[in-house]
């Protein structure tokens, strides 16, 4: 499927270009499981749809890259030790552990439309999706931590009214979304 944005080639049934991010079909994705709504933020019973407009941020690619050093440096030491013996266990987990992590990373994307924050979260088994209200927004946290400072990326926490917080992860600080969000949270 190509992207009417960019001239990138996307899976058929891919949600977003891979390349710029732009939403391919408004078909809706599957709701959240009710863990995910007590750890995230709150969730309608209908999707919202998402405009064209819509502010659409990845992660930073250290969501995955941060995760796939130690278990290279850990393949290359047991490579380097005895391969036929010790290597290969390593390389099955090595190849396990960085796959499902690109996969969670490529899958995931934070949108923001004029009312709502819709988390799309991906892990091995799918995409998970939920719906924050604006409305019910108290207040925005920006962490960039340690290594973010240097590496550009943040974790936003989102504190809704009723207690309860959406954590975004991995958010590229070059990224507009931080200021739309405040500019739509106080008009």
């Known amino acids: 499927m190509k992207c009417p944005q960019c001239p990138n080639d996307n899976p058929e049934n891919a949600q977003f270009c891979g390349g ?3 939403t391919l079909s408004a078909s809706p994705v599957s709701g959240s499981t009710p863990q995910e709504m007590d750890t995230g933020g709150q969730e309608d019973t209908s999707s919202v749809d998402i405009p064209d407009d819509a502010v ?8 995955y890259m941060l995760h796939t050093v130690p278990w290279l440096v850990f393949f290359g030491a047991s490579f380097q030790i005895d ?8 390389a099955v987990f090595a190849t396990f552990f960085i796959g499902s992590r690109y996969l969670s990373f490529r899958r995931t994307a934070y949108i923001l439309t004029n009312r709502y924050v819709v988390i799309q979260q991906g ?3 799918g ?5 924050v209200s604006l409305a019910d927004l108290s207040d925005v946290l920006v962490q960039p931590g340690t290594l973010g400072r240097y590496l550009g990326y943040t974790r936003v926490s989102l504190q809704l009214k009723d207690g309860q917080m959406a954590l975004l992860h991995y958010v590229p600080l070059e990224s507009p979304f931080l200021e739309h969000l405040r500019e739509r949270m106080n008009p």
């Open 127 to 131: 995409q998970s999706r939920i719906d």
């Open 83 to 90: 391969f036929l013996t010790f290597g290969i266990l390593p």
């Open 56 to 63: 659409i941020v990845r992660q930073s690619n250290w969501a």
């Open 20 to 22: 710029c991010g732009a």
């Open 123 to 125: 892990s091995l088994r």
